[in-house]
């Protein structure tokens, strides 16, 4: 999706080179990169050289997400992009464990640094990283902003312009993690120091302490928080800059230092240092009369002495005077003003440019690899080189010629090692390659470096030779030595037209990149770089621990002349070449669209020259005359199978059978394309647009069909999983019924084993073999029990034991009665209570003995049947205090003629009193009531037995009661004569007085009759019950 989105967007113009269908016209290439520009698109490849336009302006596509997109994702696959390069640098290094480098060029204000620090972003965010690895990506980072500090200034083309080269290693380990890095510097612009053309800065840092320093290190350091006061500041006459905030970027240069490990006091002297440049600056001079130059401004003198920690008064006179060697003797000359604000100014350089390469060594120790383990030699290496690129100025010094000689240089570089490449690649596929003719500059680098012969060697001679050598017959010297090459010019030898445009003293040389006229005024002085040797002395004895590491003792020992300065850069560009020839290079061309700094401004003459000068179109000349395009095997493969139906889904056989049939099949003629051993290489752009077009057609049907056959798939699948898991779920509860049934039968037929078994021992005493069956036993009768507990005490139920529980039935059997008939008794009220011990009684006395005692349970026995209204108040009276317990009406038989009249019976505490209306006819004293007698029949009649002794009795008394066994129980309960019933079958004699005796006889009938029968007996006929 992202990716065709970003191929849709990039479809203005060709995104390479390489594709334009006109590709030998200029014109068709820059409106290809203008065309490119408008739309914002900055980057586009020539082949695998990226070419940047600088925008001017912040794009949105330096963000994370953007990083992450070009991660690993083929060089071609995505829109041409810095990131893209990094990524296959990196990519490259870590697979073909090659080191690689990456170059990039460019005039000034091209965006080179720019670039490279997006390069070092990229790495710093998208590398695998650990805790160690992080500091290094910081210090890796944040050695940025101070070596731009100290080494980048405001220029008229570019208000950051990097005034020295730089080549950076960044070490990775093999797991790809940045571990380290080191950084090689290069030539760095020191005349700056001492003085800027209009409308031009010194470095950086010179602003940001005076505009950022804190008031108390500005005091300590002695300087005015105004640039104005410094002489080494105002001469370009361009104090501020609106795209710079000095202030701001002190605080981030400070912070830059200690993340790279600058203790507080190694910060502290390297502010000395620069401050003391400013200082030096500030010394002026006066002439004496004989032209001796003399210090005005004391007061310098005095804080150089402390910043930079030497003798002031020695420092004073190093100055003003120069010391000579004459005859073997030291002498001290004086200096005219001019010669001393000279050396001066020397001494600023010297002190300037040595510390910037110190803090390029302290910026390497920090960045060094720490890991013992871990040497340089196994960690693989990208670099990336940031040199100042390509420079004409209105007037062209010494400087100038080294920048313009050093992109010769790299020029000579590109040149080989894009067509060595080229052609290497060619032959490695075996095809046969036709060399393509293009501009070789060697003879340019020849003319400047070549030896005894070379504009360096004549520069280095004059310097050295004795005698009045000057910057003028250096220029002379050029022109009897190299006055006839091609590409040299000066004044004398050029036609009248271009002597109008040439100084006397200007020699032309005619670069790859077009004509640059240098100005000699300065080469010798520039290239001597000397610095007085007092001047030397001086700060060889600074105790500033800086200053004692640039300016080392034994220098004033060595004897040796130091080599100069063009020579010196000349080896280390050659050693450069070198460490850059080890490498795999990737090239990214910088070009900058206008010279006002202005976004969105495509200046088509500006662009043309830089076009040709950086030879971009020889670079894709040579790229196309060969072939256009070219592609590993799997790749193309990977990219067109869906446009041949063999090839679609998948190839099975070779690549080459398969990339052939494809190709074949999209109707490529045979000299469209050739096949090598990996690779297939298609000579136009025409063919391969087809191709594209055709992929891009068929990527529609082809997404329908995906998306279709995706639809169907996942759908499948979603079904198959569901399915599986249905089944999985089936299976597995069946597997848990089907145990659990087998556990429950394995229980089952281990239960009725053990039932069998106990039902045989059942009569053993208990033992394991019948345990359980006992247990079940006792269980099952104790749960019948639980069930069928009798609910009454009259219930008389109780489930059968089996003969080993009876024991433990019967006493649980009695338990419960006896628990039922406790809880019986809880509830009974007191009146219950006694009538039921009443009934007790009755019960004693006439259950299974009398008939009509069945009929007597279920009636309650009241308090008494006849109340104190019912008895005469005279018989109540009689009775005095006595309390009457009971009271009855009954029928008493006349002793003789058994005569019925009604009477009442009354108990008292002591004894049985009849009651005839209001008289108390008898009175029987309990203790003289020798007995009772009833019959066992249905009838009421009782006998009272009287004590005969007892005078006042005229007998046993014969009565009837309605009430019989309820008046005999309370009879019997009164006076204590329970025992004393006597229950008679067939008659009863009593005694009638004076030893007569009377017979009561019972007969058992219909219905009751009481009548005196003819024997002179009583007879009773008591009516027959149906219970008997
Ligand atoms: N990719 C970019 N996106 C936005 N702005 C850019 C980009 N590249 C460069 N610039 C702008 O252009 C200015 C100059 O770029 P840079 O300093 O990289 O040039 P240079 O090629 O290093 O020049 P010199 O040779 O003078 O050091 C930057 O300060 C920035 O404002
Ligand atoms: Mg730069």
């Not at 088509?604 to 950086?614: D, F, P």
């Not at 066994?965 to 006597?982: F, P, R, S």
Request: proline share 3%; glycine share 6%.
């Amino acid at each position: 999706m992202m990716e065709s989105a970003l191929t849709a967007r990039d479809r203005v113009g060709v995104q390479d080179f390489v594709l334009l269908e006109n590709h030998t016209s200029e014109v068709a290439f820059i409106e290809n990169l203008r065309k490119r520009f408008k739309e914002n698109l900055i980057y586009t490849y020539i082949g695998s050289v990226l070419v940047s336009v600088n925008p001017y302006k912040d794009l949105e596509i330096y963000t994370k997400q953007h990083m992450e997109r070009y991660r690993g994702v083929n060089f071609y696959e995505v829109s041409p992009h810095i990131y893209a390069v990094s990524d296959n640098a990196y990519r490259s290094m870590r697979t073909e464990r090659r080191d690689q480098c990456i170059l990039i060029s460019g005039e000034s204000g091209a965006g080179k640094t720019e670039a490279s620090k997006k390069v070092l972003q990229y790495y710093a965010v998208t590398c695998p990283a650990s805790d160690h690895v992080q500091t290094v990506k910081d210090r890796l980072l944040q050695s940025n902003p101070v070596l731009e500090a100290f080494g980048n200034a405001k220029t008229l083309r570019n208000d950051n312009s990097s005034r020295f080269g730089k080549y950076m290693d960044i070490q990775f380990d093999f797991k790809g993690a940045p571990v380290g890095g080191h950084i090689l510097n290069y030539l760095l612009e020191k005349s700056r120091v001492v003085h800027q053309s209009h409308g031009e800065r010194n470095f950086h840092i010179f602003y940001q302490l005076i505009e950022g320093g804190e008031e108390d290190l500005l005091r300590r350091l002695g300087l005015e928080r105004n640039t104005q006061q410094y002489q080494y500041l105002v001469k370009g006459n361009c104090p501020k800059v609106s795209s710079i905030n000095d202030r701001s970027d002190w605080k981030v240069v400070r912070k830059a230092l200690s993340v790279i490990g600058f203790s507080d006091d190694e910060v502290e002297e390297l502010l000395n240092i620069i401050a003391s440049v400013l200082h030096l600056g500030n010394v002026q001079y006066g002439g004496e009369d004989s032209g001796n130059a003399y210090i005005t401004t004391d007061t310098q003198i005095k804080y150089l002495a402390r910043l930079l920690d030497v003798d002031g008064s020695v420092l004073k006179e190093a100055l003003t005077h120069k010391k000579i060697t004459a005859k073997g003797e030291e002498l001290m000359s004086p200096l005219n003003q001019e010669q001393a604000s000279s050396a001066r100014d020397a001494l600023s350089k010297a002190i300037y440019g040595r510390t910037f390469t110190w803090l390029v060594n302290k910026i390497n120790d920090s960045l060094a690899l720490k890991d013992d383990s871990f040497n340089s030699k196994n960690a693989s290496v990208i670099g990336l080189l940031d040199i100042y690129g390509f420079e004409v100025f209105q007037n062209n010094s010494f400087e100038q010629f080294c920048i313009n000689y050093c992109n010769e240089k790299l020029q000579q570089l590109f040149i080989e090692l894009t067509l060595k490449s080229e052609q290497e690649e060619y032959e490695a596929e075996g095809i046969t390659w036709e060399p393509v003719q293009y501009f070789n500059n060697k003879i340019i680098c020849d003319l400047v470096e070549e030896k005894f012969k070379g504009i360096i060697s004549i520069l280095d001679e004059e310097c050295l030779r004795p005698g009045d050598a000057s910057d003028i017959t250096f220029l002379e010297k050029l022109e009897d030595t190299v006055g006839g090459h091609a590409h040299f010019l000066t004044h004398k030898l050029a036609d009248g037209k271009t002597r109008k445009v040439m100084g006397r003293d200007e020699f032309r040389l005619l670069h790859y990149a077009g004509e640059v006229n240098y100005n000699v005024n300065g080469f010798l002085d520039k290239n001597n770089d000397l610095l007085f040797r007092n001047l030397k002395e001086v700060m060889c004895m600074s105790e500033n621990k800086i200053l004692t590491q640039c300016f080392e003792r034994e220098e004033l020992t060595d004897k040796k002349r130091p080599e100069t300065t063009a020579t010196q850069f000349k080896n280390s560009l050659a050693k450069l070449m070198e460490i850059l020839m080890s490498k795999e290079p990737s090239y990214v061309r910088c070009i900058k669209p206008n010279d006002a700094k202005q976004a969105g401004r495509f200046d088509e003459v500006l662009i043309r020259h830089q076009v040709k000068y950086l030879g971009l179109m020889e670079n894709l000349r040579v790229r196309r005359a060969g072939f256009a395009y070219r592609r590993r095997y799997e790749v193309f493969l990977q990219r067109y199978k869906s446009l041949c139906p063999d090839t679609w889904p998948n190839w099975d056989g070779r690549l080459v059978d398969g990339v052939s049939t494809l190709v074949k099949h999209l109707g490529y003629k045979p000299e469209e394309y050739k096949l090598g051993r990996s690779k297939i290489f298609i000579r136009f752009p025409k063919t391969l647009f087809a191709t594209e077009d055709a992929l891009e057609v068929q990527k529609h049907s082809l997404a329908t069909m995906l998306q279709a056959s995706w639809k169907g798939y996942s759908q499948k699948s979603k079904y198959r999983k569901l399915k599986h898991s249905a089944i999985l779920i089936q299976a597995w509860w069946r597997g848990i019924l089907a145990r659990r049934r087998a556990q429950r039968r394995r229980q089952a037929v281990e239960t009725i084993r053990r039932f069998i078994k106990g039902f045989m021992y059942r009569h053993q005493p208990r033992c394991p073999e019948n345990e359980y069956f006992l247990d079940y036993v006792r269980y099952s009768f104790l749960m019948k029990l639980h069930r069928n507990l009798p609910k009454t005490v009259l219930d008389k139920s109780w489930p059968t034991p089996s003969p080993a529980l009876s024991e433990a039935s019967e006493h649980l059997r009695k338990l419960c009665m006896q628990n039922m008939v406790w809880k019986y008794c809880k509830t009974i009220s007191p009146e219950w209570k006694h009538q039921l011990e009443q009934k007790m009684v009755a019960s004693e006395i006439f259950k299974d003995k009398k008939d009509n005692y069945p009929q007597s349970v279920p009636k309650l026995f009241v308090g008494t049947r006849l109340n104190g209204e019912d008895i005469n108040p005279k018989v109540l009276q009689a009775l005095g205090s006595e309390k009457m317990k009971y009271a009855v009406p009954v029928t008493k038989y006349d002793r003789k003629g058994y005569k019925a009249r009604a009477r009442q019976l009354l108990l008292t505490g002591s004894s049985v009193i009849i009651v005839e209306d209001t008289k108390l006819k008898q009175s029987i004293d309990y203790s003289a009531l020798k007995g009772i007698s009833v019959s066992s029949l249905s009838d009421g009649m009782f006998v009272l037995h009287v004590t005969c002794e007892d005078n006042k009795q005229k007998g046993d008394v014969v009565l009837q009661s309605d009430h019989v066994i309820e008046t005999l129980t309370k009879v019997a309960i009164c006076a204590e004569k329970i025992n004393n019933i006597n229950i008679n079958q067939g008659s009863i004699k009593f005694t009638v007085g004076q030893g007569k005796e009377g017979i009561i006889d019972f007969t058992s009938g219909s219905e009751l009759l009481i009548s005196k029968a003819k024997n002179g007996h009583l007879s009773v006929t008591a009516p027959r019950l149906n219970s008997r």
